[in-house]
């Protein structure tokens, strides 16, 4: 079976980007995605020139935290206006205006990573806003049109590490609807791969137990995706240093509060454990990125 261990939020801080770097070197993660809006994106597209040369890259796809591309989207302080919910609710119905500002507000995070030369092997996206099925279309179009052949598809099995009940915490806030939510999704977004003839992973882990992705849990995630048996799979995580002094300014509030949480040091010491080492070998796993799709 072959895992991509895939760490979103490269460029978004410098605790990210620094956590990211460790984890990678550690040779446990093998992908990352990339926030153009990131206050650390400059260092982390020179990290991806250097130390990172051979990690897979992304694009983190966002239009929901931080500064906007473009002014359509944005409030009058410049931030994205719209929430996942927001641009679901406004795209139940077909929204041509509003799906044409997505299309050149997206356009524009795709021009900047060429740019500055980064070799993109995938996307996805900031709060899993690609999923919803309007704009999961755009995207696969865009794809096309820059060869680039995968893409998340936000799709998780039901799965339950034998840990202790602290894991249980992921089902009282909201991953469980978010679960439910991107399942849902998923149903229109196939037809919508197949018709880009986009590629994508057999399966996808963490969005039920985002947060609290520690070793145990990763472990169950591996045992249920050999247990059907799948090709490859995506295992997602948030690794950060927390507190990196580097860390002046930050996107919105959340993303402060987020990516100085308890649980990116808890993620970035799973990731570096001897314990998954030993697993990954222990399992046979190869690991893998998205151009092994």
Known sequence: MKVIFH????GLTYGFTEGIKESYLNKSTTSTSIRTNGTAFNDATELLKTSLKKIGVGIHLNLTDGPCHTQELSTPSGKY?????????????????????????LKEQFKICFKFGLPIDHVDGQDHVHMIPGIFEIICKLCKKYDIKSIRLTRENLFFPKVSPIYYNAFRNMNFAKYLFLNYCTKENLSILHKYKMKTTSMFYGVLF???????????????AK????????????PAIIKSPKDKYYTSDFIAN???????SQ???????????????????????????
């Open 267 to 293: 993620e970035l010491s799973a990731l570096k454990s001897k314990q998954l080492i030993d697993l990954i070998k222990k399992m046979n796993i190869e690991k893998a990125t998205f151009a092994n799709i």
């Open 81 to 105: 206006k719209f929430s996942v919910f927001e641009y679901f609710m406004n795209l139940k119905k077909v929204n041509r205006k509003l799906l044409s500002l997505i299309e050149s507000e």
């Open 258 to 264: 987020y990516s100085n949480s308890k649980n990116r």
């Open 7 to 10: 760490n979103d939020d490269f």
């Open 210 to 224: 985002s947060n609290f992705m520690e070793i145990e849990v990763i472990k169950a995630a591996l045992e249920n």
């Open 227 to 238: 247990k059907n048996n799948y090709e490859i799979i995506e295992i997602l995580s948030h």
